[in-house]
């Protein structure tokens, strides 16, 4: 398994818990609003950590390979704190119990919370992982993805990803 791969497989763990969500705000099966709440609470956890560590390992040493791998590395970090207050206005919507009056707007900002999570992650797969692949070689990717690899306790009990319009 490459270190490349290693990313990606993060991000499944992630794109789990991300479509998970969807479907419960989506579809509103019984208890969907308990299920976005401890959604929410579980991408927090886990992501807090894993962006921190991406960070550290993998963004700040590409951005000191040139202007243009800075330019790209400042766009991750970007979008890092974009969805970080996507997510906490998340959370904020689901903290208190959701009545019939907010719910549309919870519906709305989870969706909205899971296609730009989504995008984001395609980004960095396509553009930003596979340039530090490129810049920082793999032995510098394989030493920063034991750093970032998420807890393998995190992959239990999610639903597989499926398609998302």
């Not at 906490?88 to 999570?117: D, H, M, S, W, Y």
Request: hydrophobic share 45%; charged share 30%; net charge negative.
């Amino acid at each position: 398994m490459t270190a490349t791969d290693i990313f990606r497989k993060n991000h499944r763990t992630i794109r789990k818990a991300l479509v998970s969500l969807d479907r419960a705000v989506l579809m509103q099966s019984p208890h969907w609003e308990i299920a976005a709440k401890n959604l929410a609470g579980y991408l927090e956890f886990q992501l807090r950590e894993y962006w921190g560590a991406e960070e550290r390992w993998i963004f700040k040493p590409l951005a000191e390979t040139g202007p243009d791998a800075a330019g790209v590395v400042s766009q991750m970090e970007q979008e890092h704190r974009d969805l970080d207050a996507r997510l906490n206005e998340f959370k904020a919507l689901t903290r208190c119990p959701i009545c019939a009056e907010i719910a549309p707007l919870v519906r709305e900002k989870g969706v909205a919370l899971v296609k730009e999570f989504l995008h984001h992650m395609f980004l960095e797969e396509e553009i930003g992982f596979m340039l530090a692949e490129e810049r920082l070689g793999l032995r510098h990717l394989e030493e920063g993805a034991t750093r970032v690899l998420l807890l393998k306790e995190a992959e239990k009990g999610l639903e597989e990803p499926a398609a998302i319009d």
